[in-house]
């Protein structure tokens, strides 16, 4: 799922400086040039040895202080890696925690990795390349247990690799820069290529960096691949003129370096101009088409929703009898419980959402507004999967009304913990749970939980 995570306001019209290939090294931190803000208070220049154990939600790494007063604190540190000894510098501090950045690796772990991102330590859109993948895929098992208070009973990591798996991407464009924000940073790093972005998806992102001078600052451009090629959209705040808007639209569609399937160009107050398709299909092979446009809400890649959608049709079962299914967005589920479910009844609150769904799965129930309650909402199986908040309150009175099963998809593991509790006190006993590394290199993790009454 796309990252959602809040970062402190930045200086407005700043770029990112140019990182350089070896700024994070197996036994070292990245060389961040000395003006370049991470935002952070630098009003506590003391220097601590942290013993680094582990690595924590949020994509930090997480150690115990070792020696002076504070003994012992536990220390957050971004960049480290499990079983790094480390010198670092506090920025934050309270009496039981501490928050710091990395000066120097004092003794690297065995689990520390050189990374193969030019980017990586500047960028923010990756927390842990330095981090073997077995490492990182153990901590995601791990926190994922701690937060719901269960044994995580399957991890699946449909890519082997750990890069080139994504095929959407949200690009930001400042003067002249086309890249991504940096960490802890609202700047841009200037990126020609991202490593986990597949191919068609690398090569919409070169074919972008092309008009990057004729679009505004601030622009942004999402990417998604889907069977016909890339959807380009465009949205931003200052007006663009129509020949230009043109111009870039034609670029785009006929260049031979990328296959662009269609482009919508959102600018100002003015209605979008779009050229080609207005969307594009992504669904994993095999399934019904599931139309989405770029800066719709979809899965990282059709492999990742692939996985994502047999876990989440595992633990509804093959007879779930009537489905009711909440934050269905445009459909991906929806689809696939038709041929399984006596009845299905679909909500969400957005729209645009509901009217694609309406489209990619026209033979389930769909319902806008107000979350289905009473009668229409009587369900044998509830299909929950909220934003990274979790469940709101009438969604959970909702999906507590499940009359044997619920499951729960989520893409936030503390949020879904909080919500374990409340369920287990309305009755429900948690029976499986499945950990998705659908994004290494970062610490987003999916999870699919199977609740059940007694």
């Given at each position: 799922m796309p990252t959602r995570r809040r970062r402190p306001p930045a200086r407005a019209g700043r770029q990112a400086p140019q990182a350089r290939p070896g700024d994070v090294r197996a036994g070292g931190p990245p060389e961040v040039p000395a003006d370049f803000s991470t935002d952070l208070s630098t009003d506590l220049p003391v220097e601590v040895d942290v013993r680094v154990h582990g690595l924590a939600p949020g994509g930090d790494a997480v150690g115990r202080q070792q020696g002076g007063a504070h003994d012992g604190r536990a220390?957050?540190?971004?960049?480290?890696?499990?079983?790094?000894?480390?010198?670092?510098?506090?920025?934050?501090?309270?009496?039981?925690?501490?928050?710091?950045?990395?000066?120097?690796?004092?003794?690297?772990?065995?689990?520390?990795?050189?990374?193969?991102?030019?980017?990586?330590?500047?960028?923010?859109?990756?927390?842990?390349?330095?981090?073997?993948?077995?490492?990182?895929?153990?901590?995601?098992?791990?926190?994922?247990?701690?937060?719901?208070?269960?044994?995580?009973?399957?991890?699946?990591?449909?890519?082997?690799?750990?890069?080139?798996?994504?095929?959407?991407?949200?690009?930001?464009?400042?003067?002249?820069?086309?890249?991504?924000?940096?960490?802890?940073?609202?700047?841009?790093?200037?990126?020609?290529?991202?490593?986990?972005?597949?191919?068609?998806?690398?090569?919409?992102?070169?074919?972008?960096?092309?008009?990057?001078?004729?679009?505004?600052?601030?622009?942004?451009?999402?990417?998604?691949?889907?069977?016909?090629?890339?959807?380009?959209?465009?949205?931003?705040?200052?007006?663009i003129a129509d020949e230009r808007a043109s111009s870039v639209c034609a670029a785009w569609m006929t260049t031979t370096s990328a296959r662009i399937a269609g482009t919508i160009v959102a600018a100002g107050a003015v209605a979008p101009r779009t050229c080609g398709a207005q969307d594009v299909d992504v669904a994993e092979p095999g399934s019904s088409p599931l139309r989405i446009p770029a800066g719709g809400f979809a899965q990282v890649g059709r492999a990742a929703n692939a996985a994502l959608v047999a876990a989440v049709m595992q633990a509804v079962g093959d007879v779930p009898g009537d489905v009711l299914e909440l934050y269905a967005g445009s459909g991906n589920f929806t689809r696939h419980l038709l041929s399984r479910a006596g009845r299905v009844v679909a909500h969400d609150a957005d729209g645009r959402a509901v009217d694609r769904g309406r489209r990619n799965a026209p033979a389930a129930s769909w319902c806008l507004g107000r979350v289905p309650s009473g009668p229409s909402a009587a369900a044998d199986t509830v299909l929950v999967d909220p934003p990274r908040e979790g469940l709101d309150g009438e969604n959970f009175a909702a999906a507590a009304g499940a009359g044997r099963r619920l499951?729960?998809?989520?893409?936030?593991?503390?949020?879904?913990?909080?919500?374990?509790?409340?369920?287990?006190?309305?009755?429900?006993?948690?029976?499986?749970?499945?950990?998705?590394?659908?994004?290494?290199?970062?610490?987003?993790?999916?999870?699919?939980?199977?609740?059940?009454?007694?």
């Open positions: 220390t957050f540190i971004a960049l480290a890696a499990p079983g790094d000894e480390v010198r670092a510098r506090l920025v934050r501090e309270q009496a039981r925690v501490a928050w710091a950045e990395l000066v120097a690796v004092r003794t690297a772990s065995p689990l520390r990795v050189a990374p193969p991102c030019p980017y990586f330590g500047v960028c923010g859109g990756c927390q842990w390349q330095h981090v073997a993948l077995q490492a990182q895929r153990t901590a995601k098992r791990e926190i994922v247990a701690r937060a719901v208070g269960a044994q995580v009973d399957e991890l699946v990591a449909p890519s082997a690799s750990g890069y080139g798996y994504r095929e959407r991407a949200r690009l930001i464009v400042e003067g002249g820069a086309v890249g991504f924000r940096a960490r802890r940073s609202h700047q841009v790093v200037d990126v020609e290529r991202c490593l986990l972005l597949g191919d068609e998806a690398g090569a919409a992102l070169t074919a972008v960096r092309g008009q990057a001078t004729t679009l505004p600052a601030g622009t942004e451009v999402d990417l998604q691949v889907g069977a016909e090629g890339v959807h380009v959209a465009v949205r931003s705040r200052a007006p499951v729960y998809v989520s893409c936030d593991p503390q949020t879904l913990g909080r919500d374990a509790t409340r369920l287990r006190a309305a009755g429900f006993a948690l029976r499986h749970v499945v950990a998705l590394d659908l994004m290494p290199q970062t610490f987003h993790v999916e999870v699919v939980a199977t609740f059940e009454r007694p």
